[in-house]
């Protein structure tokens, strides 16, 4: 990115300083404040980059607790949180209960560790898909089978392999041969990133559309 190619003053916008006229207190002061700005940057920088992943339409944080975020409807079946729709995701998305969620209007879905508390994982993956847009991102964060917490946390309903995600996705399903199994999930995702970092498994997904799919899906 450009911006690791500037000097730090330049980062932080800030004039260049003669570090000549400081004592060493002075010196470490600065370093330590500019060290500091610098961390506050580059969170601006991955917010700016992760905001960018989901459009500039209606956004979904799904399972939200508390950690509600600016700019997206935040849905938790949890009164206390204060979310900004109350519902069980067991039931799918509320479409029909608030026209908040319509057909087609949906650019960004964040699910962070919620997808393991549903026992209705595909009708809810199929809801998904169709409030989402063509080429709306889903950001999915899950514990993978190979965490401790996976099967420890007594809350947990269901597991996440390497593979869990791509039954999903048409394109991955065949390349598979996952076809085998005659799965026909009335949706489609395209597999844009996936990693595993600590027991997390951490997907990003697209919708993936077409003219004949949203018109079966309105029908």
């Not at 404040?33 to 961390?39: F, P, S, T, Y």
């Not at 509320?94 to 994982?121: C, M, R, W």
């Not at 917490?149 to 791509?166: I, N």
Request: hydrophobic fraction near 35%.
């Amino acid at each position: 990115m450009r911006w690791k190619r500037l000097k730090l003053n330049q980062i932080l916008k800030q004039p260049e300083r003669d570090l000549s006229k400081l004592n060493e207190i002075q010196k470490r002061d600065l370093a330590m404040k500019g060290i500091e700005d610098l961390i506050e940057c580059k969170k601006d920088i991955n917010k700016k980059e992760f905001e960018e992943h989901f459009g500039d339409g209606i956004k979904l944080n799904l399972g939200c607790g508390n950690k509600k975020m600016e700019g997206f409807i935040n849905i938790d079946s949890r009164e206390s949180v204060k979310p900004d729709i109350v519902w069980d995701l067991e039931k799918g998305l509320p479409i029909t209960s608030t026209e908040q969620l319509p057909i087609d209007s949906v650019t960004g879905v964040y699910a962070s560790h919620i997808f393991e508390h549903i026992k209705n994982f595909i009708p809810l993956m199929e809801d998904i898909y169709r409030v989402c847009k063509n080429g709306a991102k889903v950001y999915a964060i899950v514990p993978i089978y190979t965490s401790t917490h996976a099967f420890s946390d007594p809350t947990h309903v269901r597991y996440f392999g390497d593979y869990t995600f791509q039954y999903f996705s048409k394109g991955k399903f065949k390349e598979m041969n996952l076809d085998k199994f005659d799965y026909d999930f009335n949706c489609d995702f395209r597999i844009i990133s996936q990693s595993i970092n600590d027991g997390i498994m951490t997907v990003i997904m697209e919708v993936v559309k077409c003219q004949e799919k949203k018109k079966k899906m309105k029908e």
